[in-house]
């Protein structure tokens, strides 16, 4: 009768570990696209690193759980929480309702500015510059915009009726415009100042903000634990010696370099 009783309850115990996908509770799995430098991606050692990384164990660290960094593609991230996947996003994806139709964000704890990459030769014929405004823009009739699909680079162009292109990607977006099939991509700071990089003698920067985007951290609907928790998080960050300023203190000048006009201020949401 007792082996009886040991085989039941190791039985059970089988079950319900398969019944958990036998996963570690104390594990926060954080999905992110390790594409995005330098908020998301990967070290020369292919480890997970940037600012959304340190972002990440910094929560993990608060909560006193272990942080499981889970690449994954920025448009399969909120399947992926929803399915159970992962735990929260923390991807610097944008706050919009749209989204908050599928998932609960926190409050925004980053802003990502958008602003615009431009064909050089198009900005050439229509008096664009680094200093003209969303308006000058918008302004223009014969105006292609590229975008990615369900991001706010596709969104934004379509609540003021331009066309845009979807492209499947962030790099042919890029190569779009430096190739002028399209003539504007907007997106945040990195991408944008990244693509110019890549292509100076063919793009230029405009630095007006076409749409200031809040970041949030998401999570499934309905779990409202850790959504608190989070939030708690991020009330901290802007306390001294809080996250903001030790992610100034690692990635300011490397901040600097990428944009040249600003710092890491530049992402730091304020109300």
């Not at 309905?222 to 989070?230: A, F, M, V, W, Y």
């Not at 306390?239 to 040249?260: M, S």
Request: charged share 20%; aromatic share 8%; glycine share 8%.
């Amino acid at each position: 009768m007792k082996k009886m009783l040991i085989v039941i309850a190791l039985s059970i115990t089988v079950f319900v570990m398969a019944s958990c996908g036998g996963r570690d509770e104390n594990v926060l799995r954080v999905g992110m696209d390790l594409g995005y430098p330098p908020f998301e991606t990967r070290d020369n050692n292919d480890e997970p690193m940037g600012i959304s990384v340190d972002v990440a164990y910094m929560l993990g660290e608060y909560l006193g759980r272990e942080v499981e960094i889970v690449d994954t593609d920025f448009g399969s991230l909120i399947p992926a929480l929803n399915s159970g996947g992962i735990d929260v996003i923390i991807a610097s994806m944008s706050k919009t309702e749209s989204r908050m139709q599928s998932i609960d964000f926190s409050d925004p704890y980053f802003v990502f500015n958008i602003i615009s990459l431009v064909n050089a030769d198009f900005a050439n014929q229509n008096g664009i510059t680094p200093d003209s405004t969303k308006e000058d823009l918008l302004m223009l009739d014969e105006i292609e915009f590229v975008g990615l699909s369900g991001q706010v680079s596709a969104t934004i162009p379509e609540e003021y009726d331009k066309e845009v292109t979807i492209a499947t990607n962030l790099g042919t977006a890029i190569l779009g415009v430096a190739q002028g099939s399209s003539d504007v991509l907007l997106m945040s700071p990195m991408p944008v100042t990244n693509g110019n990089r890549a292509h100076p003698e063919d793009t230029i920067v405009v630095w007006d903000v076409f749409d200031p985007s809040p970041i949030a951290m998401g999570v499934r609907q309905g779990d409202d634990e850790l959504l608190s928790q989070i939030n708690a998080f991020i009330a901290t960050m802007s306390e001294p010696g809080g996250a903001y300023e030790q992610l100034h203190d690692k990635w300011n000048e490397h901040i600097e370099g990428l944009l040249e006009r600003y710092g890491f201020e530049y992402f730091i949401y304020e109300d």
